[in-house]
């Protein structure tokens, strides 16, 4: 069976700073995603137009800002991650060839092979956060998934939790006993005989 070699990790996007260049349709969806993941999330969206859904999704946000101007390598200075998002193809190759010059990762929308990560779709139940990928063979399986979780996972799941790290700070003292003793506590959560 094929398998999924991508390595997820979770980013503070709230430490980083964000490129998105392009600003219509999938500009607008990357920035909703990250904002509905990160609402202090640091993002500069270059456009030379923008879609009025992201004028007024970002309007609540001093975080992030919109330059209407024409790509240029100067974008990329300060920033961490890139996103191109034009439907302009050669121009995201080119943003592509200057965010690697400046060791800069970049996700290029229509472009997967370009890709240094992907977005994945996101499962967020209070604390818990989990990413979905199938490697860009169906992003809206990906979609579907994310629906099927949310529902399955129960909303208390988030007092358990909470109750877990109250433990966790308790449970000072040797690391060994304090391993042991969360997994005791949690065992019931993959116990067959419940
Ligand atoms: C998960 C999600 C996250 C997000 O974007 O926030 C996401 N795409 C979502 C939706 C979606 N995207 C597209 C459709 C239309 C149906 C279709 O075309 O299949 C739908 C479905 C819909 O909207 O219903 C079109 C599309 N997407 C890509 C291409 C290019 C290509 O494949 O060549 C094209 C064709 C463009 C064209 O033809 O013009 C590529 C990528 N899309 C990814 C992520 C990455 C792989 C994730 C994975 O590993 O599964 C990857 C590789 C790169 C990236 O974008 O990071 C988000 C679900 C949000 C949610 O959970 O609600
Ligand atoms: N990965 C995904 O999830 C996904 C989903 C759908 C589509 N796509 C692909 O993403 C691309 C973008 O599609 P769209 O519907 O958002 O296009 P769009 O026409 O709605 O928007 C294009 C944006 O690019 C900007 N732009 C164009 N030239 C520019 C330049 N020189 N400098 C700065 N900004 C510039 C425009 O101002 C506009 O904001 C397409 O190639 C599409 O195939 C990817």
Redesign the pocket.
């Known amino acids: 069976m094929e398998e999924?070699h991508?390595f997820p990790v979770f980013f503070k996007l709230d430490q980083l700073q964000v490129l998105v260049v392009g600003g219509g349709n999938v500009g607008t969806?990357?920035v909703?995603?990250i904002l509905q993941n990160c609402p202090a999330a640091r993002v500069t969206v270059v456009a030379t137009w923008f879609a009025p859904e992201l004028e007024s999704l970002t309007a609540g946000f001093p975080n992030v800002t919109l330059i209407q101007k024409a790509f240029s390598c100067g974008d990329l200075f300060g920033k961490d991650l890139v996103?191109a998002a034009t439907a302009d193809r050669e121009l995201n190759a080119c943003i592509w060839e200057k965010a690697k010059a400046s060791k800069v990762l970049i996700?290029v929308?229509?472009?997967?092979g370009l890709?240094d990560?992907?977005?994945?779709?996101?499962v967020q139940k209070g604390n818990l956060k989990i990413a979905?990928?199938?490697?860009?063979?169906?992003?809206?399986?990906?979609?579907r998934l994310?629906e099927v979780l949310n529902d399955a996972i129960p909303d208390t799941l988030e007092s358990v939790l909470q109750h877990l790290q109250i433990l966790r700070d308790r449970l000072k003292g040797d690391f060994n006993d304090k391993v042991k003793k969360l997994n005791e506590l949690t065992s019931v959560l993959v116990s067959r005989d419940h």
């Not at 929308?109 to 997967?112: E, I, K, L, M, Y």
């Not at 990560?117 to 996101?122: E, P």
């Open positions: 999924n991508l969806e990357k909703n995603a996103i996700n929308a229509d472009t997967p890709c990560f992907y977005l994945g779709s996101i979905i990928s199938t490697n860009g063979k169906s992003p809206t399986i990906a979609k994310k």
